[in-house]
């Protein structure tokens, strides 16, 4: 196995987390729901595989909702301080939806997407070269491959 080592947390410290792969992508989700969960006017995420995610510390506690194409989604938070750390599926997709300001190193957090411009705010203006959908994409493929470029994974 690669010594790959990626690590974050929360902001009062009680969840630290580490990540031994690079994710599979990093978009920034403008939609309505990523506003209010984020608190502010878009959310960046990166997608891992759920199993080289491990929380080597805390406690995380967890919100279910369900969304309009009735798939049931979860958060999960510290119970502490309330961060959001990452969101998932049930059933499970074998993915996290890792919130990627909680990153020590943000350089991966590095957007390769902007998903819901028909929602973005209306002063924001996306980067020249980014990959822009109006709503969910159908076809993720692009979005790695233009990940995997800006990461120089090859
Ligand atoms: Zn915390
Ligand atoms: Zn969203």
Request: glycine residues 8%; aromatic residues 10%.
């Amino acid at each position: 196995m690669s010594e790959f080592k990626l690590t974050g947390g929360c902001q009062c410290g009680a969840v630290r987390y580490v990540l031994n792969a690079p994710p599979l992508m990093a978009y920034a989700c403008h939609c309505t729901e990523c506003q209010r969960i984020s608190a502010t006017a878009f959310a960046t995420s990166c997608v891992v595989l759920q199993d080289t995610m491990q929380i080597e510390q805390g406690e995380l506690s967890r919100i279910n909702w369900t969304v309009e194409s009735g798939a049931h989604r979860y958060g999960e938070f510290c119970k502490a301080c309330g961060v959001r750390i990452r969101h998932g599926s049930e059933p499970s997709q074998g993915i996290y939806s890792l919130r990627s300001g909680t990153l020590d190193d943000p350089t991966w957090a590095t957007p390769a997407a902007h998903t819901w411009q028909s929602s973005a705010l209306e002063w924001f203006t996306p980067p020249e070269d980014a990959l822009l959908y109006d709503g969910q994409p159908t076809d993720y493929a692009p979005i790695v491959e233009r990940y995997a470029k800006l990461m120089e994974l090859g």
